[in-house]
C-alpha cells in the first residue's frame, strides 16, 4: 500500500487564510478609492447647489416687448456670468445663450440692475420669459448653470 503525500491541513488552512485576506485587500483598496471618489463628486454637486440656492437670487424685473429688452435684477450674493433667455411666442420657445446688455457685456454683478437689449425674439404675441443664470465655479471648476433657479416673467 502506498502513501499519497500532500500538505498537511495546517499548511492548507494557512494557505487560504493568506488567500483570502490578500483578496480582502485588493478589495478594500478598489472599494476606498471608489467610495473617496463618490464622496468628492457627492460634495461638489453639493456645493454647486447650495450656491444655486442660497447665494443667488436674482429676478426678471422688466420686459418691453416693442424695445426688445429685458431688465434682470441680480439680488444675490453672488456674481452672475451669463444669462441665458427662453422666449416663450406663439407656442415656440426661443432660447438665446448669453444676452448682452448696452455695453456688450454679458454678466450681472452682484446687487446691480442691468437691461440687456436686442432680445430679438421678443414680439408683440410673445408670452412668457425665463432666465436660467450662470455663476463662476471655482477656479479649476467649469462655471456652474443654476437650472433648478429658473425666473419667469409672465407677458400680458
Known amino acids: 500500500m502506498k502513501y499519497k503525500k500532500g500538505i498537511s491541513p495546517l499548511i492548507a488552512t494557512v494557505l487560504l487564510i493568506g488567500f483570502a485576506v490578500a483578496l480582502a485587500a485588493v478589495v478594500m483598496t478598489w472599494g476606498l478609492d471608489f467610495i473617496q471618489n463618490t464622496a468628492a463628486n457627492t460634495e ?3 456645493k454647486n447647489t447650495l450656491i444655486c440656492a442660497s447665494d443667488l437670487t436674482f429676478a426678471i424685473s422688466d420686459v418691453d416687448k416693442m424695445g426688445k429688452t429685458i431688465t434682470v435684477d441680480n439680488r444675490g450674493q453672488v456674481n452672475i456670468k451669463s444669462v441665458i ?25 452682484k446687487f446691480e440692475v442691468k437691461q440687456f437689449i436686442n432680445i430679438d425674439p421678443l414680439s408683440s404675441t410673445s408670452t412668457k420669459v425665463e432666465a436660467i443664470a450662470t455663476v463662476s465655479g471655482d477656479s479649476g471648476e467649469g462655471d456652474i448653470v443654476c437650472q433648478q433657479n429658473i425666473q419667469s416673467y409672465i407677458l400680458e
Open 44 to 46: 461638489k454637486q453639493t
Open 85 to 109: 433667455f427662453r422666449v416663450y411666442t406663439d407656442g415656440a420657445v426661443t432660447t438665446l445663450d448669453s444676452s448682452v446688455d448696452a455695453l456688450g457685456e454679458t454678466g450681472v454683478n
